[in-house]
């Protein structure tokens, strides 16, 4: 049974940080992309950023480059999103996900995983 469980969310206030991490198991993840997305409330779910499976291809949201970085231990089946400079926009629950094996470039749309977590909230207050 594929799982995939993410930890580290929490409150912080704005400009601060956070780390949130994504274990899985159940499948070989050190052949496949990595992703984590959010959902803010009455919002449609967001792509934030992906890891290609070397990690040496990384994408990000243009509202994150440069406070958010996306990174992965094989070793661990492990995926890592550090997160600073925190605003209260960035509230949301944040996902992470493993692609569908078959791609070979780096997901952004939700459709190309096929693997989520249950989810971690992560609040900003002003």
């Known amino acids: 049974q594929v799982q995939l469980v993410e930890s580290g969310g929490g409150l912080v206030q704005a400009g601060g940080s956070l780390r949130l991490s994504c274990s899985a198991s159940?499948?070989?993840?050190?052949?496949?992309?990595l992703g984590w997305f959010r959902q803010a409330p009455g919002k449609e779910l967001e792509f934030v950023a992906a890891?290609?499976?070397?990690?040496?291809?990384?994408d990000y949201a243009d509202f994150v480059k440069g406070r958010f970085t996306i990174s992965r231990d094989n070793a661990k089946n492990t995926v890592y999103l550090q997160m600073n400079s925190l605003k209260p926009e960035d509230t949301a629950v944040y996902y992470c996900?493993?692609?569908?094996?078959?791609?070979?470039?780096?997901?952004?749309?939700?459709?190309?995983?096929?693997?989520w977590g249950q989810g971690a909230q992560v609040t900003v207050s002003s």
């Open positions: 159940g499948r070989t993840f050190s052949r496949v992309g």
């Open positions: 890891i290609y499976w070397n990690g040496d291809n990384t």
């Open positions: 996900a493993s692609q569908m094996s078959s791609l070979v470039h780096i997901g952004t749309i939700p459709y190309e995983y096929d693997y």
